[in-house]
């Protein structure tokens, strides 16, 4: 399949240096998958979000309260150490670290700056597709186009089938990261290749659309969208509609858990048989311990970073208190999925994880929580580089095959 590999005269700061290929592989990794467009008023080095959304310019202000009081400077130099650097990390880990820190703080200097652009997000998370040269191979991998709620708007769907005996099978819902404004399912199609390939089961990768363009919540409607579709056509392309869970990375984990809320809400809380969440992202309020410790840059996406790829997608004042938006803000009462949630130990949005699967025990719903050691943010899509991540992504294909095929004959391996 075409793709887009253009990855000349891109610069992450005022400079013109010219940038090399395997930086910017680099850069895009550890700073999946929060890619974003932010334009601010001014030069300094102090967020001070203000002034309104434009949608021609991709300018992003802040509508959050949680930003309000919220100031941050950048520091910039020599990666310093502090109380996150005794934590394990896998040294291969380390290395893309040490490689992306500098780059990740002048990422934050270019978001201040006003020189920071979606197109450039999204040719940069385009450069993840080159960086696995190995995917696992596919016994077929078939595109379609469903129907939408919306009059003359189509969704694509694409299903990964790692050689599945019997059909209808169960199947994995997926949703890819990109902080809910870059990537498509070819951007992420071989990390989608290695879930299909460990779990031996059908995989459907969701292109939902994406913000600035198309704000909250235009990407969980299509969600929802797909969801309901498999649920009554499913097996006509191959998928037992009985048997799917649904789940996806960062932004992907919070579509994934926003869909099962506004399914409950709609009195359709069973259409799932389980959610698996990695490293999402639940809350408006990136106060926590995690992200003291590991949003500065040292370890990828920053605080900076987070808070203006919310802002240009949830652009609404109100957005900020809907659960849809934020799960967290949730109750978690009544019929829910059981979900599997999955934190990276070097992740700032580790907390997040954690507070979600307190919530749930509190409210009384089923759910595992698993920390990945010596991972940053995004791992799905760094096998290539830290093969350990494997094992972490099977222990959850442990799991999901458990519940999803636990009375039928197992799928191909």
Known sequence: MARNRQLAALSFHRH???TSTMTLITISVMLLPFYYVPQFASSQLQVLPNGQHNEEDGQASS?????????????????????????FIFPSQEQLVLQSIDSSRQM?????????????????????AGLDPQPPEMASVV??????????????????????????????????????????????????????????????????????????????NDVLDTVKWIKENGESIGIDPNRIALGGDSAGANLALASAIAL?????????????????????????????????????????????????????????SNPLAFPLLDNFSGNLPPMYIAAMGLDPLKDESILLSEKLRLAGQEYYLSIWPGVTHGAINLISVTPEIQQYIDAMSTYLKGVLVSDQQEPAA
Do not use: C
């Open 16 to 18: 013109d240096n010219a």
């Open 63 to 87: 509508n959050s309260p949680a930003a309000e009081d919220d100031s941050i400077i950048i520091t910039t130099g020599q990666h310093t150490a502090n109380s996150s650097s005794s934590y």
């Open 108 to 128: 934050d200097l270019a978001v201040l700056n006003g020189t920071w652009r979606v197109e450039t997000a999204r040719i940069l998370t385009q450069s993840l």
């Open 143 to 220: 595109d379609h186009d469903i129907p939408s709620n919306e009059t003359g708007r189509q969704i694509h769907l694409r299903i990964y089938d790692p050689g599945v005996r019997d059909k209808p099978s169960p199947a994995l819902v997926f949703l890819h990261a990109g902080s809910w404004t870059a990537g498509t399912v070819d951007d992420f199609d071989n990390s989608i290749r290695r879930l299909a390939n460990s779990s031996g089961l059908l995989v459907a990768a969701i292109d939902y659309r994406l913000a600035p363009e198309n704000p909250f919540p235009a990407g969980l």
């Open 264 to 320: 409950r809400n709609e009195g359709q809380g069973d259409a799932l048989r389980a959610l698996y969440l990695l490293n999402g992202v639940y809350t408006p309020e990136k106060n926590t311990e995690s992200m003291r410790l590991f949003g500065d840059g040292g370890y990828g996406i920053t605080k900076i970073q987070l808070q203006w790829a919310m802002n240009l997608t949830f652009q609404r004042p109100e957005d900020w």
